[in-house]
Structure formats: structure tokens, C-alpha cells
């Protein structure tokens, strides 16, 4: 089992920045590939951005250019760097990860969210 838990969401103005964080515990070691999706309200959930084990990295077109993942390998964490943020950002943000490919099928394993707010 794999344990995953969110942080650094909040509220910010358009334009802004935020930097998510989500720390993995447990049985990590054949984790394949590692992301961020966000889902908002009324709206079907959406893949932003993923890291697979070679550290190839994909990113959704809508957050491409704006949104930056990362992951420090010693400390379990993974990173999402958020900049230019506009309203259309507003969601949950859940990190995630499993033993398929990057935006391959619904990972295994979910944190609990962290609520990103960004108004005018």
C-alpha cells in the first residue's frame, strides 16, 4: 500500500502562484508514475500533470507552459509548481500514483485533495 498526502493549496488572485506538495509513504518502490489531477465542481475529473519512473514528464494542454511537476526522490515528495493561475484552475487537486504509464487508466493509489482557489 501506498499513502499520499496533499498540501499547499489555497487562495490566490488571478496571476498568481502555488506550489503543491504531496509526501508518499508505504510501498513505494514500484510506484511507476506519479501526478496531479484536479477535478472542480460539476466538471469531470481531469489529469494536469505526471512524472513515470524514467522522469519523462506530460502535461495537460490546458496547464502546459503555466504548471510544472517535480519530485524529490530522497523525500518521497512530489511537486506541482502553479503559475499564471486563472479561475479555470479552481478545483481539488489530488496527487497520484501507480503501475501504468502517465495518463494511462486511473492510478492505484489517491490522496484526499487539496482545494486550490483563485479569483479575480
Known amino acids: 500500500q501506498v499513502q499520499l498526502v496533499e498540501s499547499g493549496g489555497g487562495s490566490v488572485h488571478t496571476g498568481g502562484s502555488l506550489r503543491l506538495s504531496c509526501v508518499a509513504s508505504?510501498?513505494?518502490?514500484?510506484?511507476?508514475?506519479k501526478g496531479w489531477f484536479r477535478q472542480a465542481p460539476g466538471k469531470e475529473r481531469e489529469a494536469v500533470a505526471c512524472v513515470d519512473f524514467f522522469g519523462a514528464r506530460r502535461y495537460a494542454d490546458s496547464v502546459r507552459g503555466r504548471f510544472t511537476i517535480s519530485q524529490d526522490n530522497p523525500q518521497n515528495t512530489l511537486y506541482l509548481q502553479m503559475n499564471s493561475l486563472n479561475a479555470e484552475d479552481t478545483a481539488m487537486y489530488y496527487c497520484?500514483?501507480?503501475?501504468?504509464?502517465?495518463?494511462?487508466?486511473?492510478?492505484?493509489?489517491w490522496g484526499r485533495g487539496t482545494q486550490v482557489t483563485v479569483s479575480s
Open positions: 497520484a500514483a501507480g503501475y501504468g504509464a502517465c495518463f494511462s487508466g486511473d492510478p492505484n493509489y
Open positions: 508505504g510501498y513505494t518502490h514500484n510506484i511507476y508514475s
